[in-house]
């Protein structure tokens, strides 16, 4: 059965600095991954996801994922993180002829100014 | 997401009362989802529907029922609430992957916010 990880129940980090939110998996075959963001009093908003191909994936509000297959994880990265940042995280992953999305625990992301 | 709406977004209901969540969507989506979300536990799937005659199990069932009224509507009910429903619940919906491909990207509700006493 697949599972996802997310090790940090929560990561700080000064407005300005890079942030990375981690997150593992496992699933039998090729992975799909997702990661949706959820704001305080709001449903999840899809941010991005790989699929196939370039191991490194661009998506909404300057937010990419690297996927590493041998490590297997897709932690999503931000070059400068904004205090806007600040939500709650889910990673996700769907084998690859599965129908059912497995989401992480969530990671809270807290960007100070 | 506008596109997909809940109702209520708000109930207190007390032990034993049968209560009936409601989704709609307006994204011409197939495929529809409840989840509840609990805090340390992320999203867990409920029930899920592929078209409107197709109902399945997620992995946290048991209490629950759902009804697919149309292509739209994905209801879900608690037939006697019990506290250890207390959650937040969300709605998704999702296209039909193009051939050759299985991947979908999910959207959700706003969420409903469940009390039961």
């Known amino acids: 059965a697949q599972s996802v990880a997310q090790p940090e129940d929560q990561v700080n980090v000064a407005e300005g600095n890079p942030l990375t939110v981690k997150c593992t998996y496992s699933?039998?075959?090729?992975?799909?991954l997702f990661w949706y963001v959820q704001y305080p009093n709001r449903g999840l908003q899809f941010l991005l996801k790989?699929?196939?191909?370039?191991?490194l994936v661009k998506g909404s509000y300057g937010f990419e994922a690297e996927f590493n297959k041998s490590q297997t994880s897709f932690h999503l990265k931000k070059p400068s993180a904004l205090v806007s940042d600040s939500a709650l995280y889910f990673c996700?992953?769907?084998?690859?002829?599965?129908?059912?999305?497995?989401f992480g625990a969530g990671t809270i992301l807290r960007v100070k100014s | 997401d506008a596109d997909v709406t809940q109702t209520p977004r708000n109930r207190i209901t007390k032990t034993g009362k049968r209560i009936m969540l409601e989704c709609s969507q307006t994204?011409?989506?197939?495929?529809m989802y409840w989840y509840r979300q609990d805090p340390g536990l992320g999203l867990r799937l409920i029930y899920y529907?592929?078209?409107?005659?197709?109902?399945n199990k997620g992995e946290i069932s048991d209490g629950y029922s759902v009804s697919r009224q149309a292509q739209a509507k994905f209801s879900l009910s608690l037939e006697s609430a019990i506290p250890n429903q207390t959650a937040l619940y969300f709605c998704?919906?999702?296209?039909?992957?193009?051939?050759?491909?299985?991947?979908?990207?999910?959207?959700f509700g706003p969420g409903t916010r469940l009390l039961v006493l």
């Open positions: 996700a992953v769907r084998p690859e002829y599965g129908n059912k999305l497995v």
């Open positions: 998704a919906t999702s296209g039909i992957p193009a051939p050759g491909t299985a991947q979908e990207t999910q959207y």
């Open positions: 994204k011409g989506h197939d495929r």
């Open positions: 699933v039998s075959g090729n992975p799909y």
């Open positions: 529907s592929f078209d409107v005659k197709d109902i």
């Open positions: 790989y699929i196939t191909g370039d191991n």
